[in-house]
C-alpha cells in the first residue's frame, strides 16, 4: 500500500476560508466582535478590497464583493446550509450573549448513543451560517480501520485510554 493512500495529497489543516463580503467594515466587526477572530497583516499585493482574520487555528479572508447589491440575501436559518461550526465552553454562555446582541439564532440538538450535542445557527452579516456546539463530547468514529477519535484532544485521551483498557480485558 502506498504511504500516502489515506491522504493523496499530503494534507496537513485547514488553512483559511474566504468569504466574499458586502461591507469589509460590518464583517470586520462580527468576525472580531461577536466571534473573536483578530486581524492580521495581509499582503499589499493584492489589487482587491479585503482583509484577513485569525482565531482558533483557522485564518477567515473576507474579500469586498465588486457588486455588492448582487449577493444574494439568506434571511432563513437554515442548519443544513453551509457553515463553519466552533466549539464553545459554554452553550449557556454563547446563547446569552447572542441574545444581549440581539442576534437571531436557531437552536438544534443531535442525540447519538445517549450523547447530546447542543447546537447554536446564526449568520454573519452577508448570510454565511455560523455554528457553535459543544460537539467535543462527539466521538468521531472512522467506518473502518481506524480506531476511534475525539474533536477535542482531552475526551481524546480518554477514548484512548478506555481502548487500552478494553484490548486488556479481552486479552485476559
Excluded at 53 to 66: N, V
Amino acid at each position: 500500500m502506498k504511504e500516502s493512500a489515506g491522504n493523496p495529497l499530503r494534507l496537513q489543516s485547514v488553512n483559511h476560508i474566504s468569504l466574499i463580503c458586502r461591507s469589509l467594515e460590518e464583517s470586520m466587526d462580527f468576525y472580531q466582535n461577536v466571534l473573536g477572530f483578530s486581524p492580521i497583516r495581509r499582503p499589499g499585493s493584492f489589487d482587491f478590497d479585503g482583509a484577513w482574520l485569525f482565531g482558533y487555528g483557522i485564518g477567515i479572508h473576507l474579500l469586498e464583493a465588486e457588486n455588492p447589491e448582487k449577493l444574494p440575501k439568506k434571511k432563513e436559518i437554515n442548519p443544513k446550509d453551509n457553515h463553519i461550526s466552533f466549539q464553545c465552553e459554554s452553550m449557556g454562555a454563547v446563547e446569552k450573549k447572542l441574545k444581549e446582541m440581539d442576534i437571531d439564532y436557531v437552536r438544534a440538538t443531535v442525540e447519538e448513543g445517549g450523547i447530546q450535542v447542543d447546537q447554536l445557527f446564526f449568520h454573519d452579516p452577508d448570510g454565511f451560517m455560523i455554528e457553535i456546539c459543544n460537539c467535543d463530547s462527539l466521538p468521531v468514529i472512522p467506518l473502518a480501520g481506524e480506531v476511534a477519535r475525539s474533536c477535542s484532544l482531552v475526551n481524546l485521551e480518554k477514548m484512548q485510554n478506555q481502548q487500552q483498557i478494553q484490548k486488556m480485558v479481552h486479552q485476559l
